[in-house]
C-alpha cells in the first residue's frame, strides 16, 4: 500500500470559516501577531491572549470540516496517510484522518507554563486566569507562537521522508520550518501542491502545481488518486 502524506496549511481551515492570520496582512480581528501569539505578549498581557485563544476555541465549536478535510480521509481507503498539520484545529480529526501531527500545537489543549510536557485536554472553550496545572503554574494555549521552537519537527520530517505521495494543500510554502519539509520527500515521490496562491517551483522534482482552492481541488485530486489505485 502506498503511502501519501499531506502537509495542510491555513488555506484548508479558512474554508470552514476560520479565521487566520493571512486573513489580512497579520492581522486578526485587528489583533496584530505580536500581542497575542508571542511568550512576550503572554508576559506583558495575559488577559488579552488567553481572550484571543478563548475566542478562536469558541468559534472552532461553531464550524464543521469541509470537503477538503473530508477527501484527504477518504483517502485512506487505499492509501496509508499520514497528515502533518500547521492548523490547531482539529478538523482534520473531525472529518475522520487518523494519523494527524499537529506541528504548531492543538487549540483544544492546554499545558502548563512552567513545564511544557505536561499537556491537557481542555474542557469546554475557556481558559481562566488562575486555571492551574498540577505543579501550581497557570495553564497556557498549548500552542506554538511565534519565536519559540517547533518541537514536532523533527517526527515531521522523518514522516515525509517515507511518502511516495505528497500533498500540499491550503499554504503557499511560506511558512517555515514547515515549507522545509518539502526537501525531505523522496526526488522519486509524486508532489502536489495546491493552493491559489501557489507557483511552480523549479528546484522541487516531480511537482504538479494547482493554483486553485483546497476544498474543489483536493476533491478531484482524491477521487483522481483513489480510481488510479483502486485495488
Given at each position: 500500500?502506498?503511502?501519501?502524506v499531506v502537509?495542510?496549511?491555513?488555506?484548508?481551515?479558512?474554508?470552514s470559516?476560520?479565521?487566520t492570520?493571512?486573513d489580512?496582512?497579520?492581522l486578526?480581528?485587528?489583533?496584530?501577531?505580536?500581542?497575542?501569539?508571542?511568550p512576550e505578549?503572554?508576559?506583558?498581557n495575559?488577559?488579552?491572549v488567553?481572550?484571543?485563544?478563548?475566542q478562536r476555541r469558541k468559534?472552532?465549536?461553531e464550524?464543521?470540516?469541509n470537503?477538503?478535510?473530508?477527501?484527504i480521509a477518504?483517502?485512506?481507503?487505499?492509501?496509508?496517510v499520514?497528515v502533518?498539520?500547521?492548523?490547531?484545529?482539529d478538523?482534520?480529526?473531525?472529518?475522520?484522518?487518523?494519523?494527524?501531527?499537529?506541528l504548531?500545537?492543538?487549540?483544544?489543549?492546554?499545558?502548563?507554563?512552567k513545564d511544557?510536557?505536561?499537556?491537557?485536554?481542555?474542557?469546554?472553550w475557556?481558559?481562566?486566569?488562575?486555571?492551574?496545572?498540577?505543579?501550581?503554574?497557570?495553564l497556557?494555549?498549548?500552542v506554538?507562537?511565534?519565536?519559540?521552537?517547533?518541537?514536532?519537527?523533527?517526527?515531521a520530517?522523518?514522516?515525509?521522508?517515507?511518502?511516495?505521495i505528497?500533498i500540499?494543500v491550503?499554504?503557499?510554502?511560506?511558512?517555515?520550518?514547515?515549507a522545509?519539509?518539502?526537501?525531505y520527500?523522496?526526488?522519486?515521490a509524486k508532489?502536489?501542491?495546491?493552493d491559489p496562491?501557489?507557483s511552480q517551483?523549479?528546484?522541487?522534482?516531480n511537482?504538479?502545481?494547482i493554483?486553485?482552492?483546497?476544498?474543489?481541488?483536493?476533491?478531484?485530486?482524491a477521487r483522481?488518486?483513489?480510481n488510479?489505485?483502486d485495488k
Amino acid at each position: 500500500m502506498k503511502k501519501i502524506v499531506v502537509l495542510s496549511g491555513a488555506g484548508v481551515s479558512a474554508e470552514s470559516g476560520l479565521k487566520t492570520f493571512r486573513d489580512n496582512n497579520g492581522l486578526w480581528n485587528n489583533y496584530r501577531v505580536e500581542e497575542v501569539a508571542t511568550p512576550e505578549a503572554w508576559d506583558e498581557n495575559m488577559e488579552l491572549v488567553l481572550d484571543f485563544y478563548n475566542q478562536r476555541r469558541k468559534q472552532l465549536y461553531e464550524v464543521e470540516p469541509n470537503p477538503a478535510h473530508y477527501s484527504i480521509a477518504s483517502l485512506e481507503k487505499n492509501f496509508q496517510v499520514e497528515v502533518i498539520t500547521q492548523n490547531i484545529d482539529d478538523l482534520h480529526e473531525r472529518a475522520g484522518s487518523t494519523s494527524v501531527l499537529h506541528l504548531h500545537g492543538e487549540l483544544k489543549k492546554v499545558r502548563s507554563s512552567k513545564d511544557p510536557l505536561l499537556i491537557y485536554d481542555l474542557d469546554g472553550w475557556e481558559l481562566k486566569h488562575g486555571d492551574l496545572c498540577e505543579l501550581g503554574s497557570q495553564l497556557r494555549p498549548h500552542v506554538v507562537w511565534f519565536g519559540e521552537s517547533v518541537p514536532n519537527i523533527i517526527p515531521a520530517t522523518e514522516i515525509a521522508s517515507t511518502a511516495d505521495i505528497l500533498i500540499i494543500v491550503g499554504t503557499s510554502l511560506q511558512v517555515y520550518p514547515a515549507a522545509g519539509l518539502i526537501h525531505y520527500v523522496p526526488k522519486d515521490a509524486k508532489k502536489y501542491l495546491i493552493d491559489p496562491g501557489a507557483s511552480q517551483n523549479q528546484y522541487v522534482e516531480n511537482l504538479t502545481v494547482i493554483p486553485e482552492k483546497a476544498g474543489s481541488a483536493m476533491s478531484i485530486l482524491a477521487r483522481d488518486l483513489l480510481n488510479e489505485y483502486d485495488k
